[in-house]
């Protein structure tokens, strides 16, 4: 191996790369993304919420990024894969004189020892010919706000990174030096067969540790991390059609999984942006309750009971903190359950490809929106199936509803969270009926005491009041809100909630307008922004893809299953390189919004499951007689 002491400073930061051109890895705690061209350009230690230390996709000169490929030569091919069943990443590079490998991945650290430190190691090798590489780490901590120094090892192959809050430790198989950007950097030359190895160390300021290099503890972390990977994802029990998207789905749940409290984030990114320039940029690192019975339906679907059972001691903690009569749920909270999420800016990152305000935070805690109560009864009337709940938990319930009870009525700012006023959203009344109808259901099928008669009138009012005031004759379909000439995806729910059946008249229209109005080819809006309630934001977006899903699914309840298999194999079609899906997708179908998104990784996953049911029934697999 050849050292290349080359000095000159890397200015190739200027660009962006596309949403879609990353890959996740993760530990449990925290993800790094990495993208095609082997640059670490978003990673938050030591969790999920906390302030990033690599941030370039939000502004590729201030963010920080730590970066290793080879010198960049016309016609290079980038390539990324997932080791099988794992989410360890290889970023492939391929030239005419070589073709080089990193291999990334996050050791999962167990035991009381798992907060304190948390690694990012990469690998490096050549696989074919010879070829010339830079490494280039330069954090920018508390997303670019803290200064931080640099110590070097005698032998320069180990510096810290130290800044008021955290340390970084980065430990190399080759000389390092340092750069003019607060960073370090290193040229080297691989030959086939040769590699490098690089680990990267998080940690309080006083609790850092050198990381181990030796060959033997690389191979030792290598196969630890693909071994948990692969046993976890052996647990799965779907065997139905599009298994290796479903399984990525999982792979990537889990990795959106934060191990102390099971609480799932919504995203592991801020700000980047629903539409380019535009001002949809939220912060998505935080739990929220919407997701709650979408996660306990996937996690228990697919057999990870121990997912769905930590999941739902975090909502059993959420039900438990509310003091008196009046106590209302928020719509998310931090992993760790605390409520508040205040929102600011961050003014000096200019944001994904200038698209700014870059938000920490989400002011959309402090909301009103009705319809989480359903969602929060349908996930636990789901886990009640698999597992008893408990007697404090339902005393807690019984409290939500009653409160819901004098409540159900008022305007909210709905499941699209909007920022120009509250309105009488049909899925937040919707979303209220489903709460009474699962408490009913888990109150007889438990034999837990409950004011049935009550609960019964005030879900009949409810359902009544659906039909008479949310549907609107003049378009022939059930709108956003009352009074409104607007449709909204949302209304699909109204199937898969069992609030209505597929073929009923009403519901069939209503799917024919939301096609008519919504839906692209196989992609679905959200709502139009000029035509429903004011969002407060006004610029357009891109396909919601939790909507897209939700409308092959829609399809395949509805009988039309051949259309549903041809829309969601449409779907699966938009999943990036290595299978992950941003929130929304664009016009050209590039990913829009934070990445990667649990909410369309798990309306996947219940897409998959239900348009395979339907076609199993109407195409059951034939049985032969052997003689």
Avoid at 456 to 472: D, P
Avoid at 503 to 519: A, E, G, M
Avoid at 523 to 535: G, Q, S
Wanted: charged share 20%.
């Amino acid at each position: 191996m050849a050292i290349d002491q080359q000095t000159t400073p890397d200015r190739s930061r200027a660009g962006y790369l596309p949403i879609e051109d990353y890959a996740v890895i993760g530990d449990l705690h925290t993800v790094a993304l990495i993208g095609k061209n082997g640059s670490i350009d978003w990673c938050c230690l030591p969790r999920f919420d906390a302030p990033s230390v690599f941030g370039a996709m939000l502004d590729a000169q201030k963010g920080g990024y730590f970066k290793i490929a080879p010198q960049e030569t016309p016609g290079m091919g980038h390539k990324q894969i997932y080791l099988p069943e794992t989410n360890i990443l290889v970023t492939r590079f391929l030239t005419v004189d070589g073709v080089a490998e990193i291999t990334d991945f996050m050791p999962i650290k167990r035991g009381r020892r798992s907060h304190r430190q948390h690694h990012i190691v990469r690998s490096v090798s050549v696989v074919r010919g010879s070829l010339s590489f830079e490494m280039a780490c330069r954090p920018a901590f508390n997303y670019g706000r803290d200064e931080h120094t640099l110590t070097f090892s005698d032998d320069k192959d180990g510096v810290i990174f130290r800044s008021p809050n955290l340390c970084l430790a980065l430990i190399a198989s080759i000389p390092m030096q340092s750069d003019d950007d607060g960073g370090v950097r290193a040229h080297f030359t691989l030959h086939q067969g040769q590699s490098a190895r690089f680990v990267l160390a998080g940690a309080d300021s006083d609790d850092i540790e050198p990381p181990d290099l030796s060959e033997a503890h690389y191979r030792s972390d290598f196969q630890e991390t693909m071994t948990y990977w692969q046993n976890w994802l052996s647990q799965c029990q779907y065997q139905g059609r599009w298994r290796e998207m479903v399984q990525r789905s999982a792979l990537v749940l889990k990795l959106l999984t934060y191990a102390p409290t099971g609480a799932i984030v919504a995203a592991p990114t801020t700000s980047l942006p629903e539409t380019l320039g535009g001002t949809r940029n939220w912060d998505y690192r935080y739990t929220w309750l919407r997701d709650a019975a979408f996660s306990l339906y996937s996690l228990l679907t697919l057999g990870f009971t121990q997912e769905a059972e930590a999941f739902m001691g975090w909502l059993d903690a959420r039900c438990h903190e509310l003091k008196g009569d009046h106590a209302m749920l928020q719509p998310m909270y931090t992993i760790d359950g605390k409520h508040d999420l205040t929102e600011f800016t961050l003014d000096h990152l200019e944001g994904y490809k200038k698209s700014g305000p870059v938000r920490i935070g989400n002011g959309a805690y402090s909301q009103v929106q009705l319809d989480i109560y359903g969602e929060l009864m349908d996930a636990i009337y789901i886990y009640n199936r698999y597992a008893a709940i408990s007697y404090d938990l339902w005393e807690n319930l019984c409290r939500l509803l009653n409160w819901l009870q004098d409540n159900w009525y008022r305007p909210d700012e709905g499941i699209w969270e909007v920022r120009g006023g509250a309105k009488p959203f049909v899925h937040s009344r919707l979303m209220s009926w489903v709460a009474f109808d699962r408490g009913l259901r888990i109150a007889r099928h438990r034999g837990l005491p409950a004011p049935v008669d009550d609960w019964t009138r005030t879900s009949a009012k409810i359902y009544q009041e659906i039909m008479e005031k949310g549907w609107n004759e003049k378009i022939d379909s059930f709108v956003q809100y009352y009074g409104s000439d607007a449709v909204d995806a949302s209304s699909l729910l109204m199937i898969l909630t069992k609030f209505a059946g597929p073929q009923d008249p009403r519901i069939l229209k209503t799917v024919r307008r939301i096609q008519r109005d919504l839906s692209t080819d196989s992609l679905v809006y959200r709502y139009h922004p000029k035509k429903a309630a004011n969002d407060g934001l006004g610029s357009l977006e891109g396909t919601f893809s939790p909507c897209s899903f939700w409308m092959a699914e829609t399809l395949a309840h509805a009988g039309r299953v051949q259309e549903a298999r041809l829309m969601l194999e449409k779907m699966l079609s938009y999943a990036n390189h290595v299978g992950l899906y941003a929130e929304e997708i664009g016009p050209t179908g590039e990913a829009l919004g934070n990445f990667p998104q649990a909410f369309t990784h798990l309306s996947l996953i219940t897409a998959c499951y239900n348009v395979d049911q339907a076609l199993n029934r109407t195409h059951p697999t034939p049985s032969y007689t052997f003689f």
